[in-house]
């Protein structure tokens, strides 16, 4: 559903969104891994799905997590394979999640 696109604003453009140029060090985890997904179609939906975890900003964990590093599907149906199950957690948090496994 959102292929690998971002999930978070990124510190490039946090400074435009935020007006605060000072307060961007704080802003994401020191090892925010590049969030991978085996479903590479985006559904017509990803973009406001995607809006809505850096407006309120959190995070995809899948594919950036443990046991789930390369974004396993998460559906099967009769037609086919996709990620449609999503788990998000907010920056704090992101740091202490161990591991996230999908069957």
Sequence with gaps: MTGT?????????????????HAIEDTLPNNMLERQNHDTV???WHR???D????TRLFILNGR????ISGEYT????KGF?????????ADQLEG??????N
């Design 5 to 21: 696109n971002i999930d978070f604003i990124e510190c490039s453009q946090l400074a435009d969104v935020l007006l605060v140029p």
């Design 52 to 55: 809505l975890c850096k407006t």
């Design 75 to 78: 559906c099967l149906s009769n």
């Design 65 to 68: 997590t443990p046991r789930d």
């Design 42 to 44: 985006r559904a017509g």
């Design 82 to 90: 996709s990620t449609v199950d999503y788990f998000l957690t907010i």
């Design 48 to 50: 406001e799905f995607l």
């Design 97 to 102: 999640v161990q591991r996230l496994e999908v």
